[in-house]
C-alpha cells in the first residue's frame, strides 16, 4: 500500500494563482481531511470529509474548496492564492475519525509571492 | 482556537533522560491522541487513550489522562536521539481531531 500520497511535494505560486493540491488514499478510508501547519501554531484543519460526496469546514476553510467525488481522492482548490496561505498542507485519512489513528501524508510546501 | 494547548513548547534533554509533556484542552473529548513528527515530515500516531480510560502504554510511552482536570501526559522513558521531535496532542471530538501547537523536543547525546 502507498498509504496517503500528496501532489506536489512543492509549489510557489503568484498572487491570485489558482491551483489544485492532490491527495489520495489506497486504504479504503472513508474520513479524509486537510490541515495547515505555520510555524508556531501546530496544525489546523480546514476541510474535512467522512465519505464520498459530504464535505464540512474545519476551523480555517475561507480561500479553499474541497469535493469528494471519490472514496480514495480529496483535493484542496486554492481559488486565488494569497501570501496569508504560505504553508506546509498535509492530508490525512482514517477508517472513521472517532477511536482511530490518522495517517498522514508527506505534505505540500506552498509559498505565495 | 486550537483545542489543544502544549507544555512545555520547547523541551532538552540528555539521552537515557525521561522526557514529559503535557496538554491541556477546553472542551468534552471522545478520546485525546498523541503524534510525532520528525522534521520535514508528516505525522506518525503514537498513541490513543480513551476518554473513560486514565492510563496507557506502548513500549516507553506511557500516557495519562485526567479528564476531570482536561489534561494528559506523555512520558518518554529511557530517551534516545532517535527520539528527537515535535510531539503533538489531539483531541477528537465532533467529527474533527483538532491538535494541539506541539513540544519540540531535543535529545542531546
Known amino acids: 500500500n502507498a498509504g496517503v500520497t500528496q501532489t506536489p511535494k512543492f509549489q510557489v505560486l503568484k498572487t491570485g494563482q489558482s491551483m489544485t493540491l492532490q491527495c489520495a488514499q489506497d486504504m479504503n478510508h472513508e474520513y479524509m481531511s486537510w490541515y495547515r501547519q505555520d510555524p508556531g501554531m501546530g496544525l489546523r484543519l480546514i476541510h474535512y470529509?467522512?465519505?464520498?460526496?459530504?464535505?464540512d469546514q474545519g476551523e480555517v476553510p475561507n480561500g479553499y474548496n474541497v469535493s469528494r467525488s471519490t472514496t480514495e481522492d480529496f483535493p484542496l482548490r486554492l481559488l486565488s492564492a494569497a501570501p496569508s496561505q504560505t504553508s506546509v498542507y498535509f492530508c490525512?485519512?482514517?477508517?472513521?475519525?472517532?477511536?482511530?489513528?490518522?495517517?498522514f501524508g508527506p505534505g505540500t510546501r506552498l509559498t505565495v509571492l | 482556537s486550537q483545542q489543544g494547548e502544549e507544555d512545555p513548547q520547547a523541551l532538552s534533554i540528555q539521552e537515557g533522560e525521561n522526557a514529559t509533556m503535557n496538554c491541556s484542552y477546553k472542551?468534552?473529548?471522545?478520546?485525546l491522541q498523541w503524534y510525532r513528527q520528525n522534521s520535514g515530515r508528516g505525522l506518525v500516531h503514537l498513541i490513543l487513550?480513551?476518554?473513560?480510560?486514565r492510563e496507557k502504554h506502548s513500549g516507553r510511552l506511557r500516557v495519562t489522562l485526567d479528564t476531570s482536570k482536561k489534561s494528559s501526559s506523555l512520558l518518554i522513558t529511557a530517551s534516545r536521539a532517535a527520539d528527537t521531535a515535535s510531539y503533538f496532542c489531539a483531541t477528537e471530538g465532533a467529527q474533527k481531531l483538532v491538535f494541539g501547537q506541539g513540544t519540540r523536543l531535543t535529545i542531546n547525546p
Open positions: 490525512a485519512s482514517s477508517w472513521t475519525v472517532s477511536y482511530n489513528e490518522q495517517f
Open positions: 472542551t468534552s473529548i471522545n478520546n
Open positions: 487513550i480513551r476518554s473513560n480510560e
Open positions: 470529509s467522512v465519505g464520498a460526496g459530504i464535505t
